[in-house]
């Protein structure tokens, strides 16, 4: 079992505004192991730049306690560490920003370079550092370039860069894609992923696309209002998700719905015969749904017309949905379901024929 690396426990933070009292983080507790890409998923206001800033260290929690490696941070609603240490400890947590917050009077590699300047490296190795940093990020060939003069994809590079230039054991990415293309998007998060493998970097990605956290993160946590609704592996999130908030947030990466929109406008759904079911299926970790549809032809003489199929392999397991239309004998039809259902494979009855 890996070790943790961030451990939150009952963190509550509230802001105090003239006469209002927002309570922007609510109770959440969260473990995340080193070496995990973590997501954390919500709505704009749901909480979650508030609560990385306590992982970063730029916010105490009004309670709760905050572990970052070995060492307690935060606790009591103070803060637990000495100045110093908490310097250096900040210096191991890195971050990157939506907007990239690169310094546009400087060059890439002066942008990466201005990360180490309470570094003890010396003047050469300082140079010889950032040049590995902009080859490591793919950008060693726009090192004298500006920020200006650099696309999105390669300002968010030069932030990653940045980021590393302390050696951090942690990177905390608050919607670092988000002003970014779906081409470039998946580059960087490729990147993000070489980077975990390479250096076992723990990742803690800030999103609000369900995508980003299927393509690359390995736990995700969904926040709402302030409070951590559902925790689990993408797999089981993605799987069978429990929460309304999430289901929802599940559906913008899966396209069913778009599915669902088109599959209802063909005259097998619209006039639907009698004696069938339009059902949807869902599984995770059958090799395939077919040996399933196969075999209650054989048993029931219930056929199975596919009108929609989608696969996807989360976690190196194959996690399905489809949409098909059950046809038979009303018995065979209701044995046909019940052996559907005892294989594991969830079964939601979308139309019945009239
Ligand atoms: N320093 C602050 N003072 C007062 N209220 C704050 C402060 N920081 C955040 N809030 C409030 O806390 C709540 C959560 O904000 P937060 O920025 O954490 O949300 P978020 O999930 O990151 O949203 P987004 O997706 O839009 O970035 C909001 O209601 C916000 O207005
Ligand atoms: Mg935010």
Known sequence: ???????????????????????????????????????????????????????????????????????????????????????????????IFQHFNLMAQKTARQNVAFALR???????ERVKKVEELLELVGLADRADNYPAQLSGGQKQRVAIARALANDPEILISDESTSALDPKTTKQILTLLQDLNRKLGLTIVMITHEMQI?????????????????????????????????????????????????????????????????????????????????NDIYKRFEVTANILYGNIEILDNTPVGEMVVVLSGGTGALAAAQDAITSSGIELTVLKRGA
């Open 118 to 124: 309470h570094s003890d490296l010396s003047k050469e």
């Open 213 to 293: 956290v299927k393509d690359i993160c390995h736990r995700v946590a969904v926040m709402q209002s302030g409070q951590l609704i559902e925790e689990g592996s993408v797999l089981q999130i993605f799987s069978k998700p429990q929460e309304p908030l999430t289901q929802e947030f599940i559906k913008t990466a899966t396209g069913i719905d778009e599915a669902l929109i088109k599959i209802e406008k063909q005259d097998i759904v619209k006039q639907l015969p009698s004696n069938s079911l339009l059902v949807q299926l869902k599984y995770a970790g059958h090799s395939t749904d077919e040996p399933i549809l």
């Open 1 to 95: 079992m890996s070790k943790t690396m961030i451990h939150l426990e009952h963190i509550d933070i509230t802001f105090h505004q003239k006469k209002r009292v927002i309570e922007a983080v609510k109770d959440v507790s969260i473990e995340i192991k080193e070496g995990d890409i973590y997501g954390i998923v919500g709505y704009s206001g749901a909480g979650k730049s508030t609560l990385v800033r306590v992982i970063n260290l730029l916010q105490v929690p009004t309670s709760g306690k905050v572990t970052i490696g070995d060492d307690v941070t935060f606790g009591d609603g103070k803060v637990q560490l000495a100045g110093a240490r908490l310097r250096h400890k900040r210096q191991k947590i890195g971050m």
